[in-house]
Nanobody, 121 residues
Framework: VQLQASGGGLVQAGGSLRLSCSAS????????MGWFRQAPGKEREFVGSWSGGLAYYSDSVKGRFTISRDIAKNTATLQMNSLQPEDTAVYYC?????????????????WGQGTQVTVSS
């Protein structure tokens, strides 16, 4: 499975972006999908995941970001609102090995190449 993340760009603080993740072939509807990000000089961190029909978020994005998944279209999206400069990072999508994944990165089998999100103050 190859994943392609898109939708990144430059936005002012308070703005919104919508990231999309497309899979090269259909992933099982049971496989969870997640989003991570890595800021310069920092480790990659969990943003959120869609697991078992529910969305899970890190505390830093809860209430601002929304994850959704379209099984038929083989895509996952990350709607990001009220963006802040600290949200600046490369964002990655990933497919879980099983039906439930949250912040444990070794539980994810496939990773996209990442898309840059830059939020200016």
């Amino acid at each position: 499975v190859q994943l392609q993340a898109s939708g990144g760009g430059l936005v002012q603080a308070g703005g919104s972006l919508r990231l999309s993740c497309s899979a090269s072939r259909r992933t099982s509807s049971n496989n969870a999908m997640g989003w991570f990000r890595q800021a310069p000089g920092k480790e990659r961190e969990f943003v959120g995941s869609w697991s078992g029909g529910l969305a899970y978020y890190s505390d830093s994005v809860k209430g601002r970001f929304t994850i959704s998944r379209d099984i038929a279209k083989n895509t996952a999206t990350l709607q990001m609102n009220s963006l802040q400069p600290e949200d600046t990072a490369v964002y990655y999508c990933a497919v879980c090995r099983g039906y439930f994944c949250t912040d444990s990165q070794d539980r994810y089998a496939y990773w996209g190449q990442g898309t840059q999100v830059t939020v200016s103050s």
